[in-house]
């Protein structure tokens, strides 16, 4: 807007005043050296004082309120000045002067804003993001308003802290060309890797906004967790391995990000307990998972023997170590198995039974007691001593082999048959004993009773001579001592 004053003359006249409100003292001062509380100079006043008088440069006068054209009064100090398009009259009570402007343009009035009344804050106060997972975001509020001639604000924002494991967009600063409005500050987490970092964080701070100002909440903390850990499990397959040459392979899992896969991982195993059953390879830890494997494995292999010494388990765990977790299961148990089987001479036809006896003339029955087998198994066998004289072998003989069929069931298989002689020989008793040894078949068949014994007694009693008894030695004596008493007489005759 451009004013124009009137000139007023040489005497201190009234000032003629088109807006009384906007040029009331002290607010619309104007000083010689600087602009004052109610007019701001723009665009270059220049000010100076010289000897011969005040000369004002060619500028342009900023003020509040709605100024109408007109003529102004300006106060000066106590020196009122008059500006019109080319002088500017000073009028004071000493008298007046015209001084001539550096620039013959009339001042420019342009009326002044309304200051900003907006505040910015943050929300929320922290927020949590996981690396190579979603991003977070934070809000920035502006509330109360631009000034009045709308000019945008900006508002600057720092990071702080572990910074290098998050990202915020935009970038600083941020522009609003409006309030009350919002802004958002995406937060975008670091991607994911194999590399244990455990959790960090970092903070958003917002700066002071080039217009308006800031409100209590300025900070949002940024929690970036580590991703999880890998999971590893273990498996075991088959449940169970024989002894003889069988493999249980214990196959280890993991699972994870596609970055946490593609890395190596060396993963820590509790290994079985030693034992002459088996050997493994399960005893090695770490085991490593190579770089974009999910499975490793090991394995426990059975070692065969001819003892019958039972089932044995074998279990392999995982084990605490640095990038996984134990998932479940977290520890898996094969079975090594014996697969020896018992065979026994046996004295009777059924059973198990060492040894048995009978009475002369009766039967001596010897078997062997066989176990089940996948396939058959033969075994020789003696017995001991010679028959006595009468005895007979009404199956087998003095030697000769016996076999066990193969069978998924237990059996007895009568290898000697004797009959006995029912003999008048007092004391004729007889001990006959049958053994066993392996002759061929699998090397499972394991002999845990080689002998049997057969006891024959006899049924004899000698023949008894008889005696006097008590009462015929009494009567003998009597008779000897009578034949005595006839003795002496015949003597003295």
Known sequence: MTLTARNLGTAYP?????????????????????????????????????ASGIKVADFTLNVPGSVPAGSYFLGLSSVLLNITG????DIDPGGAS???????????????ATPATAVFTISPASVTVTEGGATGSATVT????????????????????????????PASPLTFASCPSTQTLTITPRPADAIVQGTVSGTITLGTPSAGSL?????????????????????????????EGGVLTYTFTRSGTPAQIAAALNVNITPPASSPRYSSTCTTSPLTFAAGSTTTTCTVTGTGNTAIDGNVNVTVSVAAGTGYVAGSPSSATGTITDNDVPVLAVAGATGTAASASVTEGGTVTFSVACPALASAATFSYTVTPALTTGDSFSTGSASGSVTCPESPTSSNVVAVVISTINDSVVGNNRTYTFTISAAGGPPNAVITQASATFAVLDND?????????????????????????????????
């Open 86 to 89: 080319t002088t500017c009259d």
């Open 215 to 243: 409100g209590t909440a300025t900070t949002t903390n940024v929690t970036v967790q580590d991703s999880p850990p890998q999971t590893v499990t273990v498996a075991v397959s088959p449940a169970s391995a024989t002894e």
């Open 142 to 169: 502006c509330t109360g308003s631009l000034d009045s001639s709308g000019t945008p604000i900006t508002v600057p924002f720092t990071l702080s802290g572990h910074t290098g494991n998050f990202s915020v967009a």
């Open 98 to 112: 015209d001084i001539p402007l550096l620039s013959p343009t009339p001042l420019t009035v342009t009326k002044l």
């Open 461 to 493: 009693a000698p023949t008894q001579i008889p005696t006097l008894g008590a009462f015929g030695l009494g009567l003998m004596g009597l008779m000897v001592a009578l034949i005595g008493v006839v003795m002496q007489r015949r003597r003295r005759g």
């Open 14 to 50: 009234d000032p003629i005043v088109a807006n009384a409100a906007f040029l009331t003292a002290p607010n619309n001062v104007l000083g010689p050296t600087s602009a004052q509380a109610g007019a701001t100079v723009l665009d270059g006043i220049t000010p100076i004082m010289p």
